[in-house]
């Protein structure tokens, strides 16, 4: 028995599946993991500055409310202080007028009672030399005596005992009106030193008012220049955060889109 020899058989060849391009979505997903950190940096850089700008904002409008709440504090300030200085220069007016007023008073009366006694000095040099009958009309008129009373007999004046009585009677009144006239004049002495005193009083008051109206005009510069600096300290605070996040954006954006860029192959 002859032998032949056995053919193999062939075995069928599988094919192999050729390899599948990666996808966008794989290839994307591939570069986040590889990027992962980055694109983490990222998202928590923008989150702090968008937290952070939000912080500043609130900050800013507090700064404004606190500037403008100062601001109405200094006006409602400035209008107690105008209204106590009007009431003061009111009160100083009404009495340095009243004070003129006495004091014109006064001069008015020491004038009066310095003529009075001018005229008595005056009358009494002319009764000195009066003749004998005017000298007793004279005499008659001052004493208040009745008719008859007074009489000339040669070089001599004599009195009744009605005209005797009389004239004491006037004479009494004498030392009554010389005690007057001293209180008065004690009086006016007193009057005037108390005007002295109220014409200090008063250019004290003034000099107070001058330094009040000094001392408001240095707290409102005071008080404006501290508003203005808080102004100025928002609108600092929100300039450098503007520029902080501006830069801090755009160069997060230009790494992120840099990458986007070389995985799309732009």
């Not at 700064?63 to 109405?72: I, T």
């Not at 009160?91 to 004091?103: G, K, P, R, T, W």
Request: aromatic share 4%; hydrophobic share 45%.
């Amino acid at each position: 028995m002859s032998t032949e020899p056995v053919t193999p058989t062939p075995v069928a060849k599988v094919a192999t599946p050729a390899s599948v391009a990666p996808t966008l979505e794989q290839e994307a997903r591939t570069w986040l993991q590889k990027h992962e950190r980055i694109v983490i940096v990222a998202i928590i850089t923008l989150a702090l500055y968008f937290g952070y700008g939000k912080y500043v904002d609130s900050t800013a409008k507090l700064s404004d409310l606190k500037a403008a709440a100062a601001e109405q504090a200094l006006v409602l300030q400035k209008a107690i202080v105008a209204q106590d200085q009007a009431q003061a220069a009111q009160v100083i007016a009404q009495y340095q007028s009243q004070l003129q007023a006495d004091h014109a008073l006064v001069a008015s009366l020491a004038n009066a009672a310095a003529a009075r006694q001018a005229t008595v000095v005056t009358q009494q040099k002319t009764d000195a030399t009066l003749p004998l009958t005017d000298l007793a009309i004279r005499l008659k008129t001052l004493g208040k005596t009745p008719d008859g009373t007074v009489v000339v007999l040669g070089d001599k004046v004599e009195l009744t005992q009605p005209g005797a009585v009389a004239v004491t009677q006037e004479l009494e009144t004498i030392p009554a009106l010389q005690a007057d006239l001293a209180d008065q004049k004690t009086e006016v002495n007193s009057c005037q030193a108390v005007v002295s005193k109220a014409n200090d009083t008063i250019a004290s008051d003034a000099k107070t008012i001058v330094d009040m109206k000094t001392a408001d005009v240095t707290a409102d510069n005071a008080c404006k220049a501290q508003i203005k600096q808080v102004k100025d300290d928002a609108r600092k605070s929100k300039w450098h955060w503007f520029k902080t996040g501006f830069f801090t954006g755009n160069a997060t954006g230009f790494i992120i889109g840099l990458k986007a860029g070389k995985l799309l192959g732009l």
